[in-house]
């Protein structure tokens, strides 16, 4: 089963920033919309940010202004670069591929492992 390669996680004080990157070996993940998710201890899975094959992006209102999607120029590899990290931002994150609503962690087929983002106070 094809997963994608995520790497980037860690620990960082609030107000750092880290960079997510999310690998695919897959043929369709250059032309398929990337997203990145994340879900907290005791909390529902929520959507951070997504980017079309055609560039578009798209933010949860919790991140816009702070974080960015972009992917590189073969488009195998989508990063989330996270600015003005918060403690709020503490979270496990998923890279997927394939949602056909960005916004919906349902219409995704393919997923990463998941990395651990960890922000103190």
């Known amino acids: 089963q094809v997963r994608h390669v995520q790497s980037g996680g860690g620990s960082v004080q609030a107000g750092g920033s880290l960079r997510l990157s999310c690998a695919s070996s897959a043929r369709s993940f250059s032309t398929s919309a990337v997203g990145w998710f994340r879900q907290a201890p005791g909390k529902q899975r929520e959507f951070v940010a997504a980017?079309?094959?055609?560039?578009?992006?798209f933010y949860g209102d919790s991140v816009k202004g702070r974080f960015i999607i972009s992917r590189d120029g073969a488009g195998n590899t989508v990063y989330l670069q996270m600015n003005s990290l918060k403690p709020e931002d503490t979270a496990d994150y998923y890279c997927?591929?394939?949602?056909?609503?960005?916004?919906?962690?349902?219409?995704?087929?393919?997923w990463g492992l998941g990395t651990q983002v960890t922000v103190s106070s």
């Open positions: 980017i079309k094959a055609i560039g578009t992006t």
């Open positions: 997927a591929s394939g949602g056909y609503i960005v916004t919906n962690a349902l219409t995704y087929d393919t």
